[in-house]
């Protein structure tokens, strides 16, 4: 029995250990500016609610392009994309509340709904915020069925789509960051609310590229401060617990635009299989796979994805 009390005791003292290592509160979102949101990043409230973004390129351009990411993701995501097309084109790009800097949902928005439909309405509202009537829209992953939303809810405002490994369809996911699933668990979540191992964030993103050797210390230092931002590890919560596979996907059947539909051949999160339904729901859509990259190819390879773009855009 002594022994037994003494191993108990061990592993108590040890838990105690990794839980206290572990530990990462919320931090304000004026403590992560200066190394996340340096110039050409700003602050803006849409109708109450605060957005970081970019807005880079020529002003002249009638015809923008608005990059939204997807879960866990800010508009960090798509800066090898800005790099390629600001000189030819206007784009935008912002994080999505309770993602990134922005925040939870607050202003005139529901708080803790995090379903695609508003999700598509904020970005109508962002749209009159900037003054623009009409865009093309990108989105990857939640990005991407929040673009593809937003076209059905609005389709004047949406010249064109582009979306990025995009969730609409229902799917079947052949495997699932692990922070993914705890912070849809009861009780874990609510741990995962003041504790960050930055492994946890370091697999989530292993397992999300098609090549893991891509993942760098610097890339998982900004997905592991970014999610500490007051706020959003209870809204991811709040979001994956919301989220219902295939809500709605016959709404895409419905869609009549000029739509590019990338895909990552290794997404093992939402497989390939999902950018082919795209293809066959959307009339006159093209689909281009990348046999090596991931669930985030636009990240993993830049370069080699923009260029489907440029093309896809006659540029």
Known sequence: MGIVLRFIGVLLLLTALVLSLSRAPDRPVQTLVARWAPPPSEFIEVRGQ????????????????????GTSASLHTWEGWVRALKGQRRVISFDLPGFGLSGPFSGQYEADNYSGDQYAGFVIDLLDALK??????????????????????????????????????????????????????PVLNKLGEWMLPRALVEQGLRNVYGDPSRVTP????????ITLREGNRR????????????????????????????????????????????????????????????????????ARTVAAVKTFLGL
């Not at 076209?151 to 799917?171: E, H, I, K, M």
């Not at 610097?218 to 401060?225: A, M």
């Not at 859509?285 to 985030?296: I, P």
Request: aromatic letters at 6%.
């Open 50 to 69: 605060l957005v970081h973004l970019r807005d880079e390129g020529p002003r002249s351009d009638a015809l923008p392009i608005v990059l939204i990411h």
């Open 132 to 185: 623009i009537d009409r865009a093309v829209l990108g989105g990857n992953s939640l990005g991407g069925e929040v673009a593809w939303r937003t076209a059905y809810q609005a389709p004047t405002r949406v010249a064109a789509l582009v979306l990025v490994d995009a969730s609409g369809p229902t799917f079947t996911p052949q495997s699932v960051p692990l922070g993914f699933l705890i912070a849809r668990l």
């Open 218 to 225: 610097e890339l998982v230092d900004r997905y592991f401060e």
């Open 235 to 302: 809204a991811l919560g709040q979001r994956l617990r919301q989220l219902k596979n295939g809500e709605q996907a016959e709404r895409i059947a419905t869609l009549k635009l000029p739509t590019l539909i990338l895909w990552g051949g290794l997404d093992r999160l939402i497989p390939p299989e999902i950018g082919r339904q795209f293809q066959a729901q959307i009339a006159g859509s093209q689909l281009v796979t990348f046999d090596t990259l991931g669930h985030v190819p636009h990240e993993e390879d830049p």
